[in-house]
């Protein structure tokens, strides 16, 4: 539609002309501040970036970031790796969530809290996954102390652009990371929210097998073991039936073998099953055809996870667990007479190391220490857990004593335990710790 000015009144042409004026000069700032974000970029000493191709409209610029990181950061010349980071700015007066991931990051994204809270966003893929690999894996380098000093080391390299707070934040490993971040660096941030995170104390934590012996219904609980039993009582037609599952996707069984990997999954089923929330009524009966019986398995359990990609794809997570994080094991004693590839005369570990390498575990002496300076320091933290979750088992147990906000979600699991799906009251019991914690107002949707 074409406008003639000439014919318009006055005062609305002024209104109008002001209206445009503001918009133009939002718009310059905004490109301005994107511009100056990158000036700031471009003086760092060890960094490069580039613009992302993830610009949502809720931020004014998002940079892919590669940041030079010290092997051993007490001894430099040991070597370096490059870092994948994601940063997504908004304005560099707002506080920023400082995302610590567990695992690798493949894309930026926006979180959940960054949203929630109205805040710039900086993603950090973990040492030793994705692209944040040196040249040589050499798992020496690979610890929580190293990995706490990259977070630390970007926190202050952008601390300057971002005086404002800030808060970390992840999610299962991711969380964990959190945690171990807010021990080791205490006043990096105000704030620490970690997702379904546990504190695993040992290499073969119990408090998983009490767990699994008391979520859901005793009903629920003896379903679930009747579809282990049916398996293994059909072991040579369900083998064979998942034999040609495995080769239709592909997978290779050489660090287990085929008969390992699905005696495994058959003792994996029922942490997997709470872990992810499957939903009781819809187990099928233990008398129903193996055919039904074995595609309800491979949605919940199944064998990819431990084929030979799922041990490369996670061989640093299990270096990890084995050295310092401590994980879980297999129950066998219901199944003793039914598993014939699998050892019988202890329960079997979920920890399968790079190439079967020997790992000193540490005895749980950081895990434990962590876990103790939480329970008797850590406040300024707020959990949120699924109380269908098998890792909610080794969350951190509420303590009254501590300024922080613990949440074991009714019916919530590992992927949908989010702020998201909490009642009113608890988001505006989340919303009014993060301010009070922060010194601030919030302008996200907890502000809504």
């Given at each position: 539609?074409?406008?003639?000015?000439s014919?318009?009144?006055?005062a609305?042409?002024?209104?109008?002309?002001l209206?445009l004026?503001?918009?133009?000069r939002?718009l310059h700032?905004q490109?301005?501040?994107?511009?100056?974000?990158?000036?700031y970029?471009f003086?760092?000493?060890?960094?490069?970036?580039e613009r992302?191709?993830?610009q949502?409209?809720s931020?004014?610029?998002a940079?892919n970031?590669?940041?030079r990181?010290p092997?051993?950061h007490?001894?430099?010349?040991?070597?370096w790796?490059?870092?994948r980071?994601?940063?997504?700015?908004?304005?560099a007066?707002?506080?920023v969530?400082?995302v610590?991931?567990?695992?690798?990051?493949?894309r930026n994204?926006e979180?959940e809290l960054a949203?929630?809270?109205g805040?710039?966003?900086?993603?950090?893929?973990h040492?030793?996954?994705?692209?944040s690999v040196p040249d040589?894996?050499?798992?020496r380098?690979?610890n929580?102390?190293q990995?706490?000093?990259?977070?630390?080391?970007?926190?202050?390299?952008l601390?300057?652009?971002?005086?404002?707070?800030?808060?970390?934040s992840?999610?299962?490993k991711?969380?964990q990371t959190?945690?171990?971040?807010?021990?080791?660096?205490p006043?990096?941030?105000v704030a620490s929210v970690?997702?379904v995170a546990?504190i695993?104390?040992?290499l073969e934590?119990?408090?998983i097998?009490a767990?699994?012996?008391?979520?859901?219904?005793g009903?629920?609980r003896r379903?679930i073991?009747d579809?282990?039993?049916r398996?293994?009582?059909?072991y040579d037609a369900?083998?064979l039936?998942?034999k040609w599952h495995a080769k239709?996707?592909?997978?290779r069984?050489?660090?287990?073998t085929?008969?390992e990997?699905?005696?495994?999954?058959v003792?994996?089923?029922?942490?997997s099953f709470?872990?992810w929330?499957?939903?009781?009524?819809?187990?099928p009966?233990?008398?129903?055809?193996?055919?039904?019986i074995?595609d309800?398995?491979?949605?919940?359990?199944?064998l990819?996870?431990?084929?030979d990609?799922?041990m490369?794809n996670y061989?640093?997570?299990?270096?990890?667990c084995a050295?310092?994080?401590?994980?879980?094991?297999y129950?066998?004693?219901?199944?003793?007479?039914?598993?014939?590839?699998?050892?019988t005369?202890?329960?079997?570990?979920?920890i399968?190391t790079?190439?079967r390498?020997?790992v000193?575990?540490d005895g749980?002496?950081?895990a434990?220490s962590?876990?103790?300076w939480?329970?008797s320091?850590?406040d300024?933290?707020?959990?949120?857990?699924g109380?269908?979750d098998?890792?909610?088992a080794t969350?951190?147990?509420p303590n009254?004593?501590r300024d922080?906000?613990?949440?074991?979600?009714?019916?919530?699991?590992h992927?949908t335990?989010r702020?998201?799906n909490?009642t009113?009251a608890q988001k505006e019991?989340?919303r009014?710790?993060?301010?009070?914690?922060?010194?601030?107002?919030?302008t996200?949707?907890?502000?809504?």
């Open positions: 539609m074409n406008i003639n000015l014919v318009l009144p006055s609305f042409l002024l209104v109008m002309l209206g004026s503001s918009s133009v939002q700032a490109a301005m501040d994107a511009t100056a974000v990158e000036a970029l003086d760092l000493t060890d960094v490069r970036f992302s191709d993830f949502p409209a931020f004014t610029g940079w970031l590669k940041i990181q092997l051993d007490d001894h430099p010349e040991k070597g790796f490059y870092q980071v994601y940063l997504s700015h908004r304005d007066e707002l506080p969530v400082l610590t991931e567990g695992y690798d990051r493949g994204y979180t949203k929630a809270i805040a710039n966003q900086v993603i950090v893929e040492r030793y996954y994705g692209e040589s894996m050499d798992y380098y690979l929580i102390r990995a706490t000093r990259d977070l630390h080391r970007i926190r202050t390299m601390g300057t652009l971002y005086p404002s707070p800030w808060v970390a992840g999610i299962s991711g969380g959190t945690l171990y971040y807010r021990y080791f660096f006043e990096d941030v970690p997702y546990p695993n104390l040992s934590d119990e408090r097998y767990f699994l012996d008391e979520v859901g219904s009903k629920c379903r073991q579809i282990q039993r398996i293994l009582d059909e369900s083998l039936r998942l239709g996707a592909e997978y069984f050489d660090y287990l085929l008969e990997a699905f005696e495994y999954a003792l994996e089923y029922p942490f709470w872990q929330g499957a939903d009781c009524d819809e187990l009966k233990a008398n129903a055809s193996l055919e039904v074995l309800h398995f491979l949605e919940i359990s199944g990819g996870f431990f084929s990609d799922g490369v061989a640093s997570h299990y270096y990890q050295a310092e994080f401590g994980y879980y094991g129950e066998v004693e219901p199944f003793k007479a039914s598993l014939r590839a699998l050892g005369d202890a329960n079997p570990s979920a399968f790079p190439n390498m020997a000193e575990y749980g002496a950081l434990q962590v876990y103790d939480i329970d320091e850590g300024e933290i707020i959990y949120v857990n109380a269908l098998t890792w909610s969350a951190m147990p009254e004593d922080a906000l613990y949440f074991f979600l009714e019916g919530e699991s992927g335990a702020i998201r909490m009113e019991s989340i009014d710790a993060l301010e009070r914690w922060m010194g601030i107002e919030l996200g949707t907890l502000a809504d």
